[in-house]
């Protein structure tokens, strides 16, 4: 059962901007850290952003700080701006809950995956 549904991808040059989009359903966001994960083939899905289930604290992994800005309206949707994209930022992007957002790996998911939205960049 699919909790999660990720949309705003697409194919974009280099230094495009795209605003990936996640929404829930049922009360999964509820209280919860949310994120945003990337896989390429062949790699270990990563994490590149998390907002803590307040709202008032944020995470980015270096290589989309300063590009990247999570953000939330509450427990309804997910969202997630990136701008200067490059193609290092190709990949397949995910959304999720996570137990802490100062620990942003795998691990710290609960196993809940969407369909995920493809970002392609070409340069």
């Known amino acids: 059962q699919v909790q999660v549904a990720e949309s705003g991808g697409g194919l974009v040059q280099a230094g495009a901007s795209l605003r990936l989009t996640c929404v829930p359903s049922?009360?999964?966001?509820?209280?919860?850290?949310l994120a945003w994960f990337r896989q390429v083939p062949g790699k270990e899905r990563e994490g590149v952003s998390c907002?803590?289930?307040?709202?008032?604290?944020t995470y980015y992994v270096d290589s989309v700080k300063g590009r990247f800005t999570i953000s939330t309206d509450g427990a309804k949707t997910l969202y997630l701006q990136m701008n200067n994209l490059t193609p290092e930022d190709t990949a397949m992007y995910y959304c999720t809950t996570v137990r802490a957002c100062t620990a942003l790996g795998i691990g710290s998911t609960f196993g809940m995956w969407g369909q995920g939205t493809q970002v392609t960049v070409s340069s």
């Open positions: 907002i803590s289930w307040t709202g008032t604290g």
């Open positions: 049922g009360s999964v966001f509820d209280g919860r850290n």
